[in-house]
C-alpha cells in the first residue's frame, strides 16, 4: 500500500475528514485531497505533521519492508 493509501485509511479510522485534516495543517482542502489521491507527493516533513496529527508513528505509513538488501533474490 502507497503512502498516501495509508493515510487516507488511518484517517478514516480515526473519524476525521479531509477537510479536518486541512485544517489542522493549514492548508487549502484540495491540496490535501490532492495528497491523498497521490496527484501531489507527501514529503517527510508533511508525513510528520499528519503522523502528529493522526496519533500514530511515522513509520506505520510505510510498508514494512522499506529497504531491500544487495542479497534479496528478488532484485535480481
Known sequence: MKVNERVRQIRKTKGLTQVNMAEKL????QTYNSY???RRK???EL???IAEILDEP???FFEEKIYETKNDPNLV
Open 26 to 29: 493549514n492548508i487549502p482542502t
Open 42 to 44: 507527501i514529503y517527510v
Open 36 to 38: 491523498e489521491l497521490g
Open 58 to 60: 511515522v513509520e506505520k
Open 47 to 49: 508525513i510528520k505533521q
